[in-house]
């Protein structure tokens, strides 16, 4: 939870803090890129490296690294120590979320993964859906008290038990090992699903202040149901994902997601607009918890590697999201959400199955148990 919450706590801030460094709002705008570039790009190589380091050492590390750069974001005199800090909060986060998945992944038998993927993509999604609203309550006072809120659970959560190291494997990972063709095929998806779903809440917040011209807290109201739809239905799709298999989930999570999506940009009601949101919150959470399921139930060796990946692509997509459609829905706001919705549904017979030939759908492995 920390992660998601750490990166989203700036979004209802910027205000107070483009006032404080005396910088323009676009300019606070970026803190939100300050954080999410680092996180991205350290984690194509973070899975390994705490692997190779010892996962839960490298986890309890950066918690601690992340109660320093959070007391820094708390007391940053000048606008450039504050963007330092979110970077360097950014990479702290990069080192937990991967090898959390990884240990999950470790401990808990197949036949239940989904689920309890189900379940941390609950927590996730509350993180990601409260920040905007702590931050904003914290912003009515200080916005430093919640930058000082984070500094004091990342240090509880390193003083938190972790369990122990399980013995490093013969052959160290490698870098390379992480790069497997269902990892890179599965990486693209991601890449894509949160590039034209999750990464539309900006998107989103335009439809309904230019369709129905609501204010900045009904904007806000209407956004939050698409992480509260991920939250309350993360468990049951991870029960889905485990009886009805990673691909169907996938597949249904990208086909509902391209519906959801696209009307969004040609409904004309305001509540139809709300439901269709929070359905992508729930299209979201198959994609996730199928996507996980699918990297995490794989080989061992080289596990958070993989995982880290993925998760690396995954907000690499949301982060590109601004620039590939802002664009468009200028020109057509109809157009806005239909391209992204299109690019879903052509996603579910390319990617999807692209990504069950590599190895690890039935086939593959009747094939493997052949010889």
Same mark, same amino acid.
């Given at each position: 939870? =920390?992660?998601?919450?750490?990166?989203?706590?700036? /979004?209802?801030?910027?205000?107070?803090?483009?006032?404080?460094?005396?910088?323009?709002?676009?300019?606070?705008?970026?803190?939100?890129?300050?954080?999410?570039?680092?996180? &991205?790009?350290?984690?194509?190589?973070?899975?390994?490296?705490?692997?190779?380091?010892?996962?839960?050492?490298?986890?309890?590390?950066?918690?601690?690294?992340?109660?320093?750069?959070?007391?820094? &974001?708390? +007391?940053?005199?000048?606008?450039?120590?504050?963007?330092?800090?979110?970077?360097?909060?950014?990479?702290?986060?990069?080192?937990?979320?991967?090898?959390?998945?990884?240990? +999950? &992944? /470790?401990?808990?038998?197949?036949?239940? #993964?989904?689920?309890? +993927?189900g379940l941390y993509g609950a927590v996730q999604a509350l993180g990601q859906t409260s920040a905007p609203l702590?931050?904003?309550?914290? *912003?009515?006072?200080?916005?430093?008290?919640?930058?000082?809120?984070?500094?004091?659970?990342?240090?509880?959560? $390193?003083?938190?038990?972790?369990?122990?190291?399980?013995?490093?494997p013969q052959r160290r990972p490698r870098l390379r090992d992480a790069w497997r063709p269902v990892v890179v095929?599965?990486? +693209? =998806?991601?890449? !894509?699903?949160?590039?034209? #779903?999750?990464? #539309?809440?900006?998107?989103?917040?335009?439809?309904?202040?230019?369709?129905? *011209?609501?204010?900045?807290?009904?904007?806000?109201?209407? #956004?939050? *149901?698409?992480?509260?739809?991920?939250? *309350?239905?993360?468990?049951?799709?991870?029960?889905?994902?485990?009886?009805?298999?990673?691909?169907?989930?996938?597949?249904?999570?990208?086909?509902?997601?391209?519906?959801?999506?696209?009307?969004?940009?040609?409904?004309?009601?305001?509540?139809?607009?709300?439901?269709?949101? &929070?359905?992508?919150?729930?299209?979201?959470?198959?994609?996730?918890?199928?996507?996980?399921?699918?990297?995490?139930?794989?080989?061992?060796?080289?596990?958070?590697?993989?995982?880290?990946? !993925?998760?690396?692509?995954?907000?690499?997509?949301?982060?590109?999201?601004?620039?590939?459609? $802002?664009?468009?829905?200028?020109h057509d706001a109809a157009l806005g959400f239909l391209v992204p919705g299109a690019l879903l549904a052509a996603?579910?017979?390319?990617?999807?199955?692209?990504?069950?030939? $590599?190895? $690890?759908?039935?086939?593959?492995?009747?094939?493997?148990?052949?010889?």
């Open positions: 939870m =920390l992660g998601p919450f750490g990166a989203g706590v700036v /979004s209802s801030m910027l205000p107070e803090l483009a006032g404080t460094f005396g910088v323009s709002q676009a300019a606070a705008a970026t803190s939100l890129t300050a954080y999410l570039l680092p996180f &991205a790009a350290v984690m194509l190589v973070s899975g390994t490296l705490g692997e190779r380091w010892g996962p839960m050492r490298t986890i309890r590390f950066a918690y601690a690294g992340y109660v320093v750069v959070a007391a820094v &974001a708390a +007391l940053a005199p000048w606008f450039w120590l504050f963007q330092v800090s979110r970077g360097l909060q950014g990479v702290a986060n990069a080192f937990t979320t991967p090898l959390l998945l990884t240990k +999950l &992944a /470790s401990v808990t038998p197949k036949e239940r #993964l989904g689920r309890t +993927l702590v931050g904003g309550l914290a *912003a009515e006072g200080s916005w430093r008290w919640a930058f000082a809120g984070i500094a004091a659970v990342a240090a509880v959560l $390193t003083a938190c038990p972790l369990p122990p190291d399980e013995e490093s095929w599965s990486g +693209l =998806l991601i890449f !894509v699903a949160w590039a034209c #779903l999750a990464g #539309l809440p900006f998107l989103v917040a335009f439809r309904v202040d230019d369709a129905f *011209a609501l204010g900045p807290g009904a904007r806000g109201l209407v #956004l939050t *149901a698409f992480g509260f739809a991920g939250f *309350a239905t993360a468990r049951l799709v991870g029960s889905a994902a485990d009886r009805f298999g990673s691909r169907t989930a996938v597949c249904a999570g990208l086909l509902l997601g391209a519906v959801a999506v696209g009307a969004i940009g040609v409904v004309g009601s305001l509540p139809l607009v709300v439901v269709a949101w &929070a359905a992508g919150g729930l299209c979201s959470q198959l994609i996730l918890v199928g996507v996980n399921a699918l990297v995490l139930g794989g080989e061992a060796n080289g596990r958070g590697g993989a995982i880290s990946v !993925v998760t690396a692509l995954r907000f690499l997509g949301m982060s590109a999201s601004p620039a590939a459609f $802002t664009g468009l829905y200028r996603s579910a017979p390319l990617l999807a199955h692209r990504i069950f030939r $590599t190895g $690890t759908g039935p086939r593959a492995r009747l094939r493997h148990s052949r010889g």
